[in-house]
Nanobody, 123 residues
Framework: VQLQASGGGLVQAGGSLRLSCSASGNIFRIDDMEWYRQTLGKQRELVASITSSGVANLADSVKGRFTISRDNAKNTVYLQMNSLKSEDTAVYFC??????????????????WGRGTLVTVSS
C-alpha cells in the first residue's frame, strides 16, 4: 500500500490550503484515515481522523478551522485548512488503516503512512 500526500506549501496567516492523500495498491478495505502533523523536536500529533462512514474527529486546536473529508471511491482523504496560523506550521502526514490479503489469502491489517508534506504559515 502506498499513500501519496500533496497540497502543502507556503501560505500567509489567515489563508487556506487543502491537503490530499491517496492510497493505492491491492487494498481490500480502508477503515479510519487520519492526518497527523509534526514539528521539529515534538511528537507527532493527531490532527483529524475520519471513519469509513464519514464520522470525523478533530483536535481541539483546529476545530472550527480545519475540515476532514474522504472519497471512498478514490481511496482519498482531504484536509481543508482555513484561517491558518503560524502554529499550524508543520510537516503533515496522512495515515490509513488498511486491510489487504496476501497471495495465500491471509488478511493483513496495518496502519500505512504517507510521506509528509510541509505546510508553512508565515505571520
Amino acid at each position: 500500500v502506498q499513500l501519496q500526500a500533496s497540497g502543502g506549501g507556503l501560505v500567509q496567516a489567515g489563508g487556506s490550503l487543502r491537503l490530499s492523500c491517496s492510497a493505492s495498491g491491492n487494498i481490500f478495505r480502508i477503515d479510519d484515515m487520519e492526518w497527523y502533523r509534526q514539528t521539529l523536536g515534538k511528537q507527532r500529533e493527531l490532527v483529524a481522523s475520519i471513519t469509513s462512514s464519514g464520522v470525523a474527529n478533530l483536535a481541539d486546536s483546529v476545530k472550527g478551522r480545519f475540515t476532514i473529508s474522504r472519497d471512498n471511491a478514490k481511496n482519498t482523504v482531504y484536509l481543508q485548512m482555513n484561517s491558518l496560523k503560524s502554529e499550524d506550521t508543520a510537516v503533515y502526514f496522512c495515515a490509513a488503516q488498511t486491510l489487504t490479503y496476501t497471495d495465500d489469502g491471509a488478511p493483513v491489517a496495518a496502519r500505512d503512512w504517507g510521506r509528509g508534506t510541509l505546510v508553512t504559515v508565515s505571520s
